[in-house]
């Protein structure tokens, strides 16, 4: 049997901070009221110049380089990305040609903060068909291009960034299986609606409290479906790397898992949400801090805008 393991991580964080002592001077907050509703300190920002193909080009350099292999062999390319750097065309192509790898297929997912998760769905489904060995797998976002900084309802959460892996076609463990889903009827609760006019950006508009109800009861159910449907129990778990969307998401499921919050890996203190790029984000992190280590088992989880939710498990 064919499975698909990763075999490098990296990731990039663009320079500029925003702190929560920044957003004291332009919002009616406090680094009070954010750390203690959210965990968050600080956010990385993209500079005017930049785009989120620049960021996804730095993680996948990062990746290509930690996995050993010639950016040649890499014979599809997926981003996720809410934040594309053009209506088209897509970031995977633009990233394809700043990597100067030719021919083989790229295209983008659109999942929003589950975006890294049905990315690794939709790999992991070509290897194990055959029809792709090397598969470069970027989450990548610039979401301080869509928030308004008016609006302190959450314009205090999000951070920009990348994360990238390679996924090797394998005969040992890799991932053990993915899940992914979607509820298009809350599209109201969490979205970028539509201003139709052309001097106003889009923006994000979110009903805080209520997505944060429904991300802790969906991500409880998604815990439960991954263990089934591999017979393994939370024990067997040893990292937990969850998209990074608010402190108290993250405690609420190490709870169902009855896991300490030393095996989760926290990154949202410095980076905030950074939507598609926080798992692959969260992951180089673990990797780096010598915390996550070759055989672990990994549960990684997701819910964003659509709603969309999703959880891959692997043997690292
Ligand atoms: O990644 C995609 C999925 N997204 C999420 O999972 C995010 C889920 N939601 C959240 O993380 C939280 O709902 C927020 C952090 C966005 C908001 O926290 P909350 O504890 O749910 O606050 P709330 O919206 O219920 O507001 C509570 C109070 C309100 O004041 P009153 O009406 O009680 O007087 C808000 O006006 O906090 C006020 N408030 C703030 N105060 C200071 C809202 N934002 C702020 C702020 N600073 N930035």
């Given amino acids: 049997m064919t499975f698909s393991k990763i075999i490098g991580v ?3 964080l663009p320079k500029n901070l925003l702190t929560n002592k920044d957003l004291e001077e332009s919002l009616d907050t406090t680094d009070e009221w954010i750390t203690s509703r959210t965990g968050i300190k600080q956010r ?3 500079s005017k110049n930049e785009a989120t193909s620049d960021l996804a080009l730095e993680a996948s350099l990062k990746a290509i380089s930690a996995s050993g292999i010639d950016k040649n062999d890499i014979d599809l390319i997926i981003v996720a990305t809410t ?3 053009k209506v088209f065309p897509s970031t995977a192509c633009i990233l394809q040609a ?3 790898i030719n021919e083989c297929p790229a295209f983008d997912i659109q999942a929003v903060c589950s975006g890294f998760i049905y990315a690794l ?3 992991d489904n070509f290897i194990k068909t055959n029809s792709a060995k090397k598969i470069l797998v970027v ?4 979401m301080s291009k869509i928030t308004d900084y008016k609006d302190r309802s959450n314009a205090i959460l999000w951070g920009d960034g990348a994360g990238a892996v390679i996924l090797s076609a394998s005969d040992n463990l890799g991932i053990l299986s993915t899940h992914i889903h979607s509820d298009g009827k809350f599209e109201n609760l969490l979205h970028v609606p539509k201003k139709n006019d052309p001097s106003l950006i889009d923006t994000i508009e ?8 429904m991300a802790v009861n969906t991500l409880d159910k ?4 991954t263990l089934l449907a591999n017979n393994l129990h939370k024990k067997d778990i040893d990292w937990l790397v969850p998209h990074q969307a608010n402190i108290r998401i993250l405690e609420a499921t190490a709870r169902k898992l009855d896991m300490d919050m030393s095996k989760v890996i926290v990154t949202i203190d410095r980076h905030g949400n950074t939507s598609a790029a926080s798992i692959p984000l969260a992951l180089d992190q673990g990797v780096k801090e010598n915390k996550i280590k070759p055989g672990n088992l990994i549960l990684m989880e997701a819910f964003g805008g659509g709603f969309t939710w999703g959880s891959a498990l692997i043997r690292f």
């Fill in 222 to 225: 998604i815990v439960d479906e």
């Fill in 206 to 213: 979110m009903q805080g409290s209520q997505v944060f109800k």
């Fill in 139 to 142: 989450g990548a976002d610039s």
């Fill in 10 to 12: 990296g990731s990039y």
């Fill in 98 to 100: 700043k990597l100067k």
């Fill in 83 to 85: 934040t594309p750097d």
């Fill in 44 to 46: 990385h920002i993209v």
């Fill in 121 to 123: 769905s939709i790999a």
